[in-house]
T-cell receptor, first 115, second 112 residues
Framework: GAGVSQSPSNKVTEKGKDVELRCDPISGHTALYWYRQRLGQGLEFLIYFQGNSAPDKSGLPSDRFSAERTGESVSTLTIQRTQQEDSAVYLC?????????????FGAGTRLSVL | DAKTTQPNSMESNEEEPVHLPCNHSTISGTDYIHWYRQLPSQGPEYVIHGLTSNVNNRMASLAIAEDRKSSTLILHRATLRDAAVYYCILRGNTGTASKLTFGTGTRLQVTL
């Protein structure tokens, strides 16, 4: 079936503007995760959802970052009053428990550039 | 989370086997060893995982030391398509949803 889909693939915004990033997980996957990857670095965890609830939002860097998930499906990550240090690739993953495993499947990411 | 240590980079010739090491001396008894890789301009993809015994799948093999303080991801015949950053990650109960803690990984270069 279809993989994890993220939109837009690229987003350029001006400092101070708000942005919304969207993630469509694999159908039927109960868990959804957001990560951030700055240039040349590893992935940083931001938040994850089990169903529509977020048991772990410990990685959100500030109160300018928020995320929601509806219908146990699509999720949006919102960054308010963007700053230049928010420039990064934002990656979404989804997973479900199957065959004794809980593997995360990643989308291609949204590249955010804050000018 | 227990930490892993990997070399920053490795090189291999195409068609040769590649052994990617990972040290995890503070691993707990319930931590699984997961490997993901990230091809250029893509999100990470799952490669393999194990607890104590060596594991094989269509992508790779995972050799786990008897004391579990280190492991090695083995690509039996590297191809150009295997050029990627390989991440070794420790994770608790593999049946439940939980975050992955990525380090900086090993960048594998494959040459003709």
């Amino acid at each position: 079936g279809a993989g994890v889909s993220q939109s837009p693939s690229n987003k350029v915004t001006e400092k101070g503007k708000d942005v919304e990033l969207r993630c469509d997980p694999i159908s039927g996957h109960t868990a959804l995760y957001w990560y951030r990857q700055r240039l040349g670095q590893g992935l940083e965890f931001l938040i994850y959802f089990q169903g529509n609830s977020a048991p772990d939002k410990s990685g959100l860097p500030s109160d300018r970052f928020s995320a929601e998930r509806t219908g146990e499906s699509v999720s949006t990550l919102t960054i308010q009053r963007t700053q230049q240090e928010d420039s990064a690739v934002y990656l979404c993953a989804s997973s479900t428990y199957r065959g004794g495993k809980n593997i995360q499947y990643f989308g291609a990411g949204t590249r955010l550039s804050v000018l | 989370d227990a930490k892993t240590t990997q070399p920053n980079s490795m090189e291999s010739n195409e068609e040769e086997p590649v052994h990617l090491p990972c040290n995890h001396s503070t691993i707990s008894g319930t931590d699984y060893i997961h490997w993901y890789r990230q091809l250029p301009s893509q999100g990470p993809e799952y490669v393999i995982h194990g607890l104590t015994s060596n594991v094989n799948n269509r992508m790779a093999s995972l050799a786990i030391a008897e004391d579990r303080k280190s492991s090695t991801l083995i690509l039996h015949r590297a191809t150009l398509r295997d050029a990627a950053v390989y991440y070794c990650i420790l994770r608790g109960n593999t049946g439940t949803a939980s975050k992955l803690t990525f380090g900086t990984g090993t960048r594998l270069q494959v040459t003709l």
